[in-house]
T-cell receptor
Framework: DAKTTQPNSMESNEEEPVHLPCNHS???????IHWYRQLPSQGPEYVIH???SNVNNRMASLAIAEDRKSSTLILHRATLRDAAVYYC?????????????FGKGTLLTVNP | GAVVSQHPSWVICKSGTSVKIECRSL??????MFWYRQFPKQSLMLMAT?????????EQGVEKDKFLINHASLTLSTLTVTSAHPEDSSFYIC???????????FGSGTRLTVV
């Protein structure tokens, strides 16, 4: 599985933007970039995903580098409810391997 | 994406007994589901891929005779932890995959405590 690298932890202040980076230098042409987050004692929650172009949804924005070797999840205004572990995962869209393999993720702390 | 219901949310059992965890896809016919396990302060570890109408595919190091998976319909997969021991105490999570435009959906998880 193609691997991703994320910082172990990041800190932000409430109502400020947060940029969560992810490196995936071995990404293949058919890999989708998925982001999930997990609050304590809950299952992961889908945040956003993309292939080549930047993506926006009600939760966040995903900025994908032109060479696709890195991406950034952007939370435009962090709230206390955004405090979670954020996982950047590559999902192979070209074959029958649907597995999502989780790394360690980034623990986001939001300060009031 | 799909709506996924996982039950129970927590269970306590005695060592040596078996526990069944259910994962239901409420609005999506899932030919494949995934089962994960998560220990405290660790990431999710994929245990197995549940395949409707056929045998599950287990990840390396996961005992298939201990973690029995049944996927008899397109909406239900079950994970049975047999002869549970305290080291099996963990957070078990199921997931329904998607293709293309949607993200994967995860169950709310089952906290298993073996005493």
């Amino acid at each position: 599985d193609a691997k991703t690298t994320q910082p172990n932890s990041m800190e932000s202040n409430e109502e400020e933007p947060v940029h969560l980076p992810c490196n995936h230098s071995t990404i293949s042409g058919t890999d989708y970039i998925h982001w999930y987050r997990q609050l304590p004692s809950q299952g992961p929650e889908y945040v956003i995903h993309g292939l080549t172009s930047n993506v926006n949804n009600r939760m966040a924005s995903l900025a994908i580098a032109e060479d696709r070797k890195s991406s950034t999840l952007i939370l435009h205004r962090a709230t206390l409810r955004d405090a979670a572990v954020y996982y950047c995962i590559l999902r192979d869209g070209g074959g029958s391997n649907y597995k999502l393999t989780f790394g360690k993720g980034t623990l986001l702390t939001v300060n009031p | 994406g799909a709506v996924v219901s996982q039950h129970p949310s927590w269970v306590i059992c005695k060592s040596g007994t078996s526990v069944k965890i259910e994962c239901r896809s409420l609005d999506f016919q899932a030919t494949t589901m995934f089962w994960y396990r998560q220990f405290p302060k660790q990431s999710l570890m994929l245990m197995a891929t549940s395949n409707e109408g056929s045998k599950a595919t287990y990840e390396q190091g996961v005992e298939k005779d201990k973690f029995l998976i049944n996927h008899a319909s397109l909406t239900l997969s079950t994970l049975t932890v047999t002869s549970a021991h305290p080291e099996d105490s963990s957070f078990y999570i199921c997931s329904v995959p998607s293709t293309g435009s949607y993200g994967y959906t995860f169950g709310s998880g089952t906290r298993l405590t073996v005493v």
